[in-house]
């Protein structure tokens, strides 16, 4: 088995990492490979979707500026050599409900303004360009192009021109599920998921989560049967995630859910960038605040355990079955753009610190 920061590195250096891509069904091949060689015995589960294909090309004052097609925001053909510009932000008081609202306000402004098509620069603490999660859809009227915040004062001093190109087909993708037996437990198995794809490299949101979840579920396998539940389609509002739920039906002991940037320097090193949600009670739950806080984070408990509301990620979907459960995931200065690189977000020495503290709180869930 690969070190940690090897596995980052390779699935980071596989290209942009979006459901149904060529990129996606490599990787999925590649853990395979890993998972097979751990002694894992692997199922795929394949599932269809309605895929986005598109790209955005700008010209004049928007030449040489990153455009990304707001998945689902439109198809077909449309040029624009007066589009709407606008901005929307990426912060603590932006969660994805205010995201999407603000995504709707946008389309009205320009169908109000006679635009063509509309163009969002992403106001983050990078600067980059910022993708937005977006479940499939029925394509919108307004084609809308995502740039980055740092373009935007060149984009409305010039005379932009932008190219959008779009279409919806049938999709295909496939979450992995790798199952590590235990011979010396006759526990019920323990599920560990984590997601598989993004929009960009996604190292640090990605990258570090399948190489943590796939080194502690080794670990844990020689005290409890362990199944590592690797789904797709993340960023189309854990598409694949909820394909693999819907359908499970075996009994577990619990779930450890990682999600986004848990070993990500730049979330670790910022106080309420991290969070883990545990609906665990009394001494289990001292002890996961013991081993979580040794990483900046403050494990919360959910006010209603079985809503999704108050869970983080794929963990939501997991919620309702009522199962012991620790959820951590966060963001961080370069969440969700090109710039969240393995060389740039952490390290070996990170990736074996949080991996031993993830490890010890997930005892608690195997008591």
């Not at 279409?167 to 235990?182: H, M, Q, T, V, W």
């Not at 006010?303 to 794929?314: F, H, K, Q």
Request: aromatic share 6%; charged share 15%; hydrophobic share 45%.
């Amino acid at each position: 088995m690969s070190d940690l920061y090897d596995i980052v590195a390779h699935y980071a250096g596989a290209g942009d990492h979006r459901t149904g891509t060529e990129v996606d069904a490599k990787v999925v091949d590649w853990l395979d490979g890993l998972l097979l060689e751990s002694g894992a015995d692997i199922i795929h589960h394949p599932y269809e979707f309605s895929m986005f294909i598109g790209n955005a090309q700008g010209k004049g004052a928007a030449e040489g500026i990153q455009l990304e097609p707001l998945y689902y925001s439109a198809k077909g053909s449309h040029k624009d050599n007066s589009p709407f510009i606008t901005t929307i932000a990426f912060d603590d008081e932006h969660g994805d409900a205010v995201i999407s609202q603000r995504l709707d306000e946008i389309s009205a402004q320009a169908q109000a303004a006679g635009a063509a098509i509309a163009i969002a620069a992403t106001l983050t603490a990078s600067g980059n360009v910022c993708a937005i999660n977006r479940a499939p859809a029925l394509p919108g009227q307004v084609p809308v192009c995502l740039a980055p915040g740092r373009a935007l004062a060149q984009l409305r001093a010039g005379q932009p021109e932008v190219h959008f190109q779009a279409d919806i087909s049938s999709g295909r993708s496939e979450n992995l599920s790798a199952f590590f037996p235990c011979a010396s437990s006759a526990h019920l198995p323990l599920v560990i998921t984590t997601p598989l794809t993004g929009w960009f490299a996604c190292a640090g949101e990605r990258g570090t989560g399948i190489a943590i979840a796939i080194s502690v579920a080794q670990e844990l396998s020689k005290q409890v049967p362990v199944l590592l539940v690797m789904p797709t389609g993340h960023e189309l509002g854990y598409y694949g995630a909820a394909k693999f739920v819907e359908v499970f039906d075996r009994p577990i002991c619990g779930v450890l859910h990682l999600g986004s940037c848990i070993a990500d320097k730049t979330a670790l090193g910022n106080g309420g960038a991290m969070r883990a949600v545990t609906n665990l009670k009394d001494a289990a739950f001292e002890q996961v605040c013991d081993h979580l806080g040794g990483l900046n984070i403050s494990p919360e408990q959910p006010c209603v355990p079985t809503a999704p509301e108050y869970w983080i990620g794929e963990s939501e979907l997991w919620a309702p079955r009522g199962a012991p459960m620790i959820s951590i995931a966060g963001t961080s200065d370069v969440f969700h753009t090109p710039d969240d690189r393995a060389e740039l977000v952490t390290s070996p020495e990170i990736l074996e610190a949080v991996r031993a503290c993830v490890f010890k709180a997930s005892q608690a869930l195997i008591r």
